[in-house]
């Protein structure tokens, strides 16, 4: 396949914009949850609002290599900073997603 910008081929390309619309869609939204939440005083959609911003977070590592690609011409190194950069955000989203899950009961 050839390549797009630099090292960077069409599926990197396709796959850092989409993580970068990912998180910047997640976090839009869940700000603006989280301002109509304090607005109306409704204590779950805050939590929904901050369980968005966390759930966005997810694809941290995917965007930064996607932009670090475009800037240096190399992947992440040390290469498990991606897997962290991603994964480190799945505690406080399962957290939040618990909370809000729970009460219903």
């Not at 990912?22 to 369980?51: R, T």
């Not at 977070?57 to 690609?69: E, S, V, Y």
């Not at 011409?73 to 991603?86: A, D, F, Q, R, T």
């Not at 939040?96 to 009460?103: F, P, S």
């Amino acid at each position: 396949m050839a390549n797009f910008i630099g090292n960077l081929s069409l599926t990197g390309f396709l796959d850092g914009i989409t993580a970068t619309g990912i998180i910047l869609s997640c976090v839009i939204f869940g700000l603006f949850s989280f301002y109509k939440a304090k607005k109306l005083e409704a204590k779950l959609l805050s939590w929904a609002g901050l369980n968005m911003v966390f759930v966005g977070c997810l694809w941290l590592g995917p965007a930064t290599d996607f932009f670090h690609m475009i800037i240096t011409g190399k992947n992440l190194s040390p290469l498990y900073l991606y897997s962290w950069l991603s994964y480190i955000w799945i505690l406080p989203a399962v957290l939040t997603g618990y909370y809000i899950g729970a009460q219903n009961f």
